[in-house]
């Protein structure tokens, strides 16, 4: 064998031995883990800015009363005046949020002077207290728009109405959902709240009630004349809370 054949020979033995070495040199086990996630935020969905349930800015309570009572300002009330109040609840069905939450109202009317009488008409039919829990009597026997004799409810009934329309319990109750429960939409509807306080026309009323009428204009006994609201008036708050148990 020449020297050239023997050199190529040699030279190509070193090629595959090496080829040999490198490859043992990088080979290994090869084993890979992996783990992801993402999230969104849970859905709440509960705006009551956008539920409407309080919608009209006009005043229950006002300054004047066509031309036979104006204040210095404050609203007032006196014999012979009343009016009303317009509101909707439009809860909606599709509002669904994704956690545990608690519905709670506070509701408040008063009548200090004890002259109020309320009613509150929903699509322009009457709602009684019998509607809604069994026991609490008929305060309003009948009513017809604009027939001012015949408003019955107290300050009190109609603090449980308004608080059985909005979370379902007349004593205002805080009422906890499930997440995926929506607001009930049962108390869906327009309705509006009248007030009035009885003018006696009678110079000498045998009910006396002229002159417990004019011992309150005179802020006799307990003065409601200089204080606003100090007479009467209503306060309505809904709350909306997530639970975390």
Known sequence: MNKKVIALVALVFAVVVTGFSVSGTYAR????GEYSD???VAKWGIDFSNEKFFTQSADLFKSTYGSYVTSTGDDVIAPGTY???NFNITFSGDTKPEV???????????????????AIVKGGSALTLDEYQTGLGDPVAEFSEGTYSKYNLSAEDLTKILKYLLVGSVEGSAVTKNPGEALATTSN???????MWDFNSSEDAADGTNVSDTKLGNGK?????????????????????????
């Open 189 to 195: 509807g327009s309705y509006t709240i009248y007030w």
């Open 100 to 118: 545990k939450y608690e519905l709670s109202t506070e509701v408040t009317v008063t009548d200090n002077t004890n002259k109020l009488k309320f």
């Open 83 to 85: 009016g009303n109040y």
């Open 38 to 40: 993402k999230a969104r």
């Open 29 to 32: 086990y090869i084993e890979k």
């Open 221 to 245: 006994d307990t003065d409601y004349t200089g204080t606003a609201g100090s007479a009467a008036s209503i306060n309505i708050s809904l709350t909306a809370k997530q639970l975390n148990s």
